[in-house]
């Protein structure tokens, strides 16, 4: 019994021991710091696949369930929140040295970046790779600055402001990237410049040609403007000013309006669409209406103008049906949406209730009542437009009949209301209309009968009550008679 014991304890202890050599084996690798297979990442929507090798041993220390990943740092070298660029297959690198292929993110910007390698079976980590530089060119094409005019003249005293243009006709604006950043420069010579600011816009008080570059570090780019040449005003001559949007040009008008804004002058004269904007005379103002707006900045000697297309990013959009429709019991009518809407959604109501499963740009309407419309632009700038309508029964005003009638009950039942005569002397042909009452006094009067008396049947309450009628059509003989009215 005893060495029975003894044996299970001895074969316990000795598959313990197997074990804890196996987890010490599987946690004996070294992994070399990478090598880069490039000098600096430059990436756009075209190119983005970098290679990096890397060395490990044992090659036997890892299993087939081993993955490597390459992991990124901040643009400042710090790993506290790495990202993972690639992540090899199970089993897929079982020998050194090691090579993978990655792409950086779209959100890369900066001179300070590393990577490092990490395996999952076992566990380690190289140290980082040496400092290189990473873009993601997420705007790599020529822009405009200026409204690509190519001289700009300031006030002496003043200054000018350039701005980079928004897109449009044709013009591709990395405005439209809010995560990029600039580099405007001075020219010193035909083949040199000379850095000079680094914001959205540059405001220059001194004389020179300038243009702006997309800050994609040492990396070759096609993200450039135009060259502006800025001169100062000569005695009596006009100057040119720029109209700086806080949030951009378009803007989203449906979140807060922008502030527009030029250079600091004496006094400020400010248009909308070519017309004087009463009591706005400060240097900045704030608008949530898109136009043309136009400013005469006066320095005392000197006027400088300037002027800015703004757009609030909304959509147009139209109906194919009016605010108040008629159709006929039974009747479908078809009612379509027409948008310029980004990505547009839409929202039916009907009384006041949202329509199930009504999220198309066209609806069919088969009962009357009140009808909305929502449409939401769902990108860009987030604007929910309404139309509103109203379906009524189709009533004819004015039905074929043979005769004129000598009964009429006003009681509001839709039937027999009011006193409706044959077409040939309604509305339209000229003919006049008396009613009198059973004492000869005129009470309606017109040459232009609408089938619309009585126009109120509760000032007819005294039931049986007897008006003469007389029809006089043009070029024919009258028609007399009598109406009862039945309550």
């Not at 643009?75 to 660029?85: E, K, S």
């Not at 040119?240 to 922008?258: M, R, V, Y």
């Not at 027999?416 to 003919?431: C, E, K, L, M, R």
């Not at 049986?464 to 007399?480: C, L």
Request: with cysteine; glycine share 6%; aromatic share 12%.
């Amino acid at each position: 019994m005893v060495k029975t014991l003894l044996r299970n304890l001895f074969c316990f202890l000795l598959i313990c021991f197997s074990l804890f050599n196996s987890e010490i084996a599987e946690a004996q690798i070294v992994i070399g710091t990478p090598t880069l297979g490039f000098s600096q990442a430059c990436a756009n929507a075209e190119f983005n696949t970098f290679e990096t090798t890397f060395l490990f041993s044992p090659e036997n220390g890892i299993t087939a369930a081993n993955q490597f990943s390459i992991e990124i740092s901040d643009a400042t070298g710090d790993f506290t929140n790495p990202v993972v660029l690639a992540t090899s297959n199970p089993g897929m690198i079982i020998s050194s040295p090691g090579t993978m292929n990655f792409s950086i993110p779209e959100t890369t910007a900066g001179d300070e970046y590393k990577i490092r390698v990490r395996s999952s079976h076992p566990q380690a980590l190289s140290a980082p790779s040496q400092v290189f530089a990473a873009y993601y060119k997420l705007q790599d094409d020529p822009f405009t600055i200026n409204n690509l005019e190519g001289s700009a003249i300031f006030c002496p005293g003043g200054s000018f402001l350039l701005t980079i243009d928004p897109s449009e006709n044709g013009n591709v604006s990395p405005l439209d990237y809010p995560s990029l950043t600039y580099n405007w420069y001075k020219e010193l010579t035909t083949t040199s410049s000379t850095l000079v600011g680094q914001e959205n816009s540059l405001n220059i008080s001194e004389e020179g040609t300038y243009f702006v570059e997309t800050n994609y570090g040492n990396c070759t780019s096609n993200s450039f403007s135009n060259r502006v040449m800025v001169t100062q005003a000569l005695d009596g001559e006009n100057a040119t000013t720029t109209i700086s949007s806080s949030l951009g040009n378009p803007f989203c008008a449906g979140t807060e309006p922008t502030t527009l804004s030029t250079i600091e002058g004496n006094s400020y004269t400010w248009f909308k669409d070519g017309n004087e904007i009463i009591d706005q005379t400060s240097q900045t103002f704030e608008t949530s209406v898109s136009g043309v707006y136009s400013v005469i900045v006066d320095f005392g000697n000197c006027q400088a103008t300037g002027s800015i297309d703004l757009q609030t990013g909304d959509f147009s959009s139209s109906i194919n049906i009016s605010e108040v429709h008629e159709m006929e019991a039974g009747e479908t009518v078809s009612v379509e949406v027409t948008t310029d809407a980004i990505n547009p959604s839409f929202k039916w109501f009907y009384n006041d209730e949202e329509i199930p499963n009504a999220t198309q740009d066209t609806y069919s309407v088969t009962e009357f009542g009140t009808y909305q419309v929502l449409i939401t632009q769902t990108e860009a700038c987030v604007i929910t437009r309404e139309f509103a309508f109203q379906v009524n029964e189709f009533i004819d005003l004015f039905p074929e009949v043979d005769l004129i009638p000598n009964l009429i009950s006003p009681n509001g039942d839709g039937i027999n209301d009011v006193w409706v005569i044959p077409t040939q002397y309604v509305s339209g042909t000229n003919t006049e209309i008396l009613i009198l009452s059973k004492r000869g006094e005129t009470v309606f009067s017109t040459n232009d009968y609408q089938n619309n008396w009585p126009e109120n049947g509760s000032d007819l309450s005294e039931k049986g009550a007897f008006y003469y009628y007389i029809i006089v059509p043009q070029d024919q003989e009258p028609q007399k008679g009598s109406i009862t009215i039945i309550k």
